[in-house]
């Protein structure tokens, strides 16, 4: 399964300023594109429908010759959404709430259905009165032509021109000329990796069309067919690499049921989302393993210690470094404490706020 949401928010973090370059142009006369702070995510929750939402990114940036700051939030909709606008606002009116910035809203529509125009506004009206009217900015990807952005010497188009308005008979065309693009604008190897992927998983083609991309290919001048026939030589390196992976998987959830029984969907998930590492020290672990229980207080092990990992970084770039003392308070809390923690550090400002919020969990447990 396709992980949308991870996959556009690497690509608009990495080329934030390329993305607002090239669909918000206007923004960029007022924008210091230097001065730029990804913000932690924003977690919502919605009461009445009992869901969760985390705005996809934030970012803080400085109007150019002014000291002030303005918020710009960018959300990305992999999938047609009734009220999507009431959400929108709602975002709108919570981060307005938190930061007392003005806030630029953005919707990246990713999905390939429906090719409606998306609405661009959420409206509060009466017959005779209207309450509210909030709008915000639309990039629509299937009503965008593919041939409109060939010319733009952007990473971003050549990674989005793949979500675009495309016929099915220019499916290997579009996928050739993104690559032709992308090899045009030299960027490090892993920035040059970030754009390969995202074309390839959503330019996967049939064995018909890949014959008639190998053609594509055929018609890009020599020195940009090289360095394109290396991105798709390293396409296949992945794919075997992918396959030994998913063979190490299977092994390891053959071994698992015969061990514990049969897997429910949800741990069935978080074995096949471990890292081959992680997949290494399971197979060791699970050969003690008795009961469910077994697993379950394993993968709690590993999530406190993936948490603490993260935590322990925030810290450090909210708060600066701290005592080794101070660290192993950290390490020694439970699950519950640690995602209370992981709350409060927001509003940490120096590091005295991180050992009296220690401090009063201290008391209240002694009390």
């Known amino acids: 399964m396709i992980d949308h949401d991870r996959l556009f928010k690497e690509l608009l973090s990495t080329f934030f300023v390329e993305f607002i370059e090239l669909f918000l142009p206007d923004v960029m006369a007022y924008l210091e594109p230097e001065e730029l702070t990804f913000l932690d995510k924003e977690v919502f929750t919605d009461v009445t429908a009992g869901e969760r939402y985390e705005a996809d990114l934030l970012v803080q940036a400085q109007w150019r010759g002014e000291p002030s700051c303005f918020l710009i939030h960018v959300e990305n909709q992999a999938k047609a959404q009734a009220n999507f606008g009431k959400r929108m606002f709602r975002y709108f ?3 307005s709430e938190k930061y007392d910035l003005p806030i630029y809203p953005v919707v990246l529509f990713s999905y390939d259905q429906p090719k409606l125009a998306a609405a661009s506004q959420f409206r509060v009206e009466f017959p005779e009165f209207r309450v509210l009217e909030f709008n915000y900015r639309v990039i629509q990807l299937n009503r965008l032509n593919w041939r409109d952005y060939l010319g733009q010497a952007n990473p971003v188009a050549s990674a989005l021109m793949a979500k675009m308005q495309i016929a099915p008979e220019d ?3 579009v996928k050739a000329q993104c690559l032709r693009l ?4 030299r960027l490090d190897p892993a920035r040059m990796q970030l754009i390969s992927g995202f074309i390839d998983t959503y330019l996967s083609l049939t064995e018909s069309e890949e014959q008639a991309f190998q053609s594509e290919l055929g018609r890009i001048e020599p020195e940009q067919q090289e360095r394109v026939m290396q991105i798709v030589t390293s396409w296949m390196r992945t794919g075997i690499e992918q396959g030994r992976r998913e063979g190490e998987v299977s092994i390891v959830m053959r071994l698992l049921k015969r061990k514990v029984g049969e897997l429910n969907p949800e ?6 989302e471990l890292s081959e590492s992680q997949l290494e020290a399971l197979s060791e672990a699970l050969l003690d393993f008795t009961s469910i229980n077994d697993l379950i207080y394993w993968f709690d092990r590993h999530e406190k210690h993936g948490l603490i990992s993260i935590i322990l970084r925030q ?3 909210k708060v600066g470094e701290f005592e080794p003392e101070v660290e192993a308070q950290v390490r020694g809390l439970e699950v519950a404490q640690l995602e209370e923690l992981s ?3 927001l509003d940490f400002e120096h590091l005295g706020d991180l050992t009296d919020w220690l401090r009063n969990l201290e008391r209240g447990e002694e009390g």
Request: no cysteine; proline share 5%.
């Open 267 to 272: 741990v069935e998930t978080k074995v096949r």
């Open 343 to 345: 709350e409060a550090l």
């Open 171 to 173: 499916r290997p065309k």
């Open 93 to 95: 009116a919570r981060l």
């Open 315 to 317: 810290l450090q770039r």
């Open 182 to 185: 992308l090899v045009t604008l």
